[in-house]
Nanobody, 115 residues
Framework: QVQLVESGGGLVQAGGSLRLSCAAS????????MAWHRQVPGKQRELVAV???????NYADSVKGRFTISRDNAKKSVYLQMNSLKPEDTAVYYC?????????WGQGTQVTVSS
């Protein structure tokens, strides 16, 4: 049984920063990918950033240069450092753990960026 718990969301002014955290529990293979997605009402969930167990990362064009994804394999955690936040970044952010044919999602954490 794999479970993901997210934290770090909140309200911030445009130009500010937030750091999201997601801790996984349960039996997890060492080879896996962890990612952050976000979703706004009426729109499909979109990939923000992904990182492999080896530390290789990729970003959506909309956040490249502003967001940084990282992970701590010992803590089974993934983080998203968000800088220079824009109102367009407002969304519910979800962490994802994937391996083999399995995918597990966190409950989501709200990020609101005011103008």
């Amino acid at each position: 049984q794999v479970q993901l718990v997210e934290s770090g969301g909140g309200l911030v002014q445009a130009g500010g920063s937030l750091r999201l955290s997601c801790a996984a529990s349960g039996s997890i293979p060492s080879m896996n990918a962890m990612a952050w997605h976000r979703q706004v009402p009426g729109k499909q969930r979109e990939l923000v950033a992904v990182i492999s167990s080896a530390g290789i990362s990729n970003y959506a064009d909309s956040v490249k240069g502003r967001f940084t994804i990282s992970r701590d394999n010992a803590k089974k955690s993934v983080y998203l450092q968000m800088n220079s936040l824009k109102p367009e970044d407002t969304a519910v952010y979800y962490c994802l753990l994937g391996y083999s044919k399995y995918a597990y999602w966190g409950q989501g954490t709200q990020v609101t960026v005011s103008s």
